[in-house]
């Protein structure tokens, strides 16, 4: 079982940024696909962006296109640049790794996920 390790939340203000870094271990990190989803309290997970193998193709969920990136290096982290946070961004943000080919934005299609990391924006 491979566990993902994320990294990168905190508490910001209104309209301010936060990276967010998610690592996989011990895998060959091209064979996998990427994909962050979010929860906030009392409400079901939710995709955020996806992001293919190779990093060629991304998509993302409407509410934070324009100020979300998700981007994969060629080592084994993806990310989540995060920009002019609002706080319905409030959530706990977690990485998940699924093989094979295409974008996906259904949690059960992903096979790895971390352990997930707290955003907290404040107005």
């Known amino acids: 079982q491979v566990r993902l390790v994320e990294s990168g939340g905190g508490l910001v203000q209104a309209g301010g940024s936060l990276r967010l870094s998610c690592v996989v271990p011990?895998?060959?990190?091209?064979?996998?696909?990427m994909a962050w989803f979010r929860q906030a309290p009392g409400k079901e997970r939710e995709f955020v962006a996806a992001?293919?193998?190779?990093?060629?193709?991304t998509t993302y969920t409407d509410s934070v296109k324009g100020r979300f990136t998700i981007s994969r290096d060629n080592a084994n982290t993806v990310y989540l640049q995060m920009n002019s946070l609002k706080p319905e961004d409030t959530a706990i943000y977690s990485c998940?790794?699924?093989?094979?080919?295409?974008?996906?934005?259904?949690?059960?299609?992903?096979?790895?996920w971390g352990q997930g990391t707290q955003v907290t924006v404040s107005s």
């Open positions: 998940a790794a699924r093989g094979g080919i295409g974008l996906r934005s259904v949690a059960d299609d992903y096979t790895y």
């Open positions: 011990g895998r060959t990190f091209s064979n996998y696909a």
């Open positions: 992001i293919s193998r190779t990093g060629s193709m």
